[in-house]
């Protein structure tokens, strides 16, 4: 029999992941929680935050679809405002450069294969990554790490060289992903040493002057 997975002590009872999180309901002792997780960084792990729990079955199973639901509801925002599914068309190997991958791939653009992404992200706003460094870059090297920015977000992720689809030819690039691209190129601007030390000074000040917070109960 197949080892039930657990947080907290807690057995899973149904998980779903979507719109960038997993919603998750477990049980313990006729209990049931909800947890939410998230990849905390770039490198993968997970972090499971306590977002709500009862003894009522029913309850908990309200609140878990509500979750869901809303996730879905977010999902279609952000649909409207990358642009329609003509606009924000998934790629396949036919839209990157032949023999793109035997080069290195620091500073280009890439795309991500649609079948590493959750059904949601399968469009090229999720797919076109700025490759920035790690041995996956080189068609060579031993290690596998690619990491890039998607050029939407501007948001980093760690890649296996294996998940990219390929190379893909700036100038074919649309519209909005040409302007994202250029900004993600231009130059962080340099911040003088008495700046530093002056924002330095505000933070101390706001954080002595910010209320003590609490941790709040999870909603129940």
């Given at each position: 029999?197949?080892?039930?997975?657990?947080?907290?002590?807690?057995?899973?009872?149904?998980?779903?992941?979507?719109d960038?999180?997993?919603?998750?309901?477990a049980?313990?002792?006729?209990?049931?929680r909800?947890?939410?997780?998230?990849?905390?960084?770039?490198?993968?792990?997970?972090?499971?935050?306590?977002?709500?729990?009862?003894?009522?079955?029913?309850?908990?199973?309200?609140?878990?679809?509500?979750?869901?639901?809303?996730?879905?509801?977010?999902?279609?925002l952000?649909?409207?405002?990358?642009?329609?599914?003509?606009?924000?068309?998934p790629?396949?190997?036919?839209?990157?450069?032949?023999?793109?991958?035997?080069?290195?791939?620091?500073?280009?653009?890439?795309?991500?294969?649609?079948?590493?992404?959750?059904?949601?992200?399968?469009?090229?706003?999720?797919?076109?990554?700025?490759?920035?460094?790690?041995?996956?870059?080189?068609?060579?090297?031993r290690?596998?790490?690619?990491?890039?920015?998607?050029?939407?977000?501007?948001?980093?992720?760690?890649?296996?060289?294996?998940?990219?689809?390929?190379?893909v030819?700036?100038?074919?690039?649309?519209?909005?992903?040409?302007?994202?691209?250029?900004?993600?190129?231009?130059?962080?601007?340099?911040?003088?040493?008495?700046?530093?030390?002056?924002?330095?000074?505000?933070?101390?000040?706001?954080?002595?002057?910010?209320?003590?917070?609490?941790?709040?109960?999870?909603?129940?």
């Open positions: 029999m197949d080892e039930k997975r657990t947080i907290d002590g807690y057995a899973v009872l149904h998980a779903i992941r979507i960038g999180a997993e919603q998750i309901v049980e313990k002792d006729s209990h049931y909800l947890y939410r997780g998230e990849r905390v960084s770039i490198l993968g792990i997970e972090e499971y935050t306590t977002v709500f729990e009862n003894s009522d079955y029913l309850k908990a199973m309200r609140e878990f679809t509500r979750r869901i639901n809303g996730a879905l509801d977010n999902l279609g952000d649909r409207i405002y990358r642009g329609s599914p003509l606009v924000d068309y790629l396949s190997a036919e839209d990157c450069v032949p023999g793109g991958m035997d080069a290195d791939l620091t500073g280009k653009v890439v795309a991500v294969k649609t079948e590493v992404l959750s059904p949601e992200y399968r469009a090229c706003s999720h797919q076109l990554m700025l490759a920035t460094g790690g041995f996956g870059c080189s068609p060579n090297a290690g596998q790490s690619v990491f890039a920015k998607n050029l939407y977000s501007g948001e980093e992720n760690r890649w296996s060289r294996s998940d990219i689809l390929g190379v030819e700036e100038n074919a690039l649309p519209d909005w992903a040409k302007e994202k691209l250029a900004k993600l190129r231009e130059p962080a601007p340099r911040e003088s040493v008495l700046g530093k030390i002056r924002a330095g000074k505000s933070q101390l000040d706001e954080e002595n002057r910010a209320p003590k917070s609490h941790k709040s109960e999870p909603e129940r």
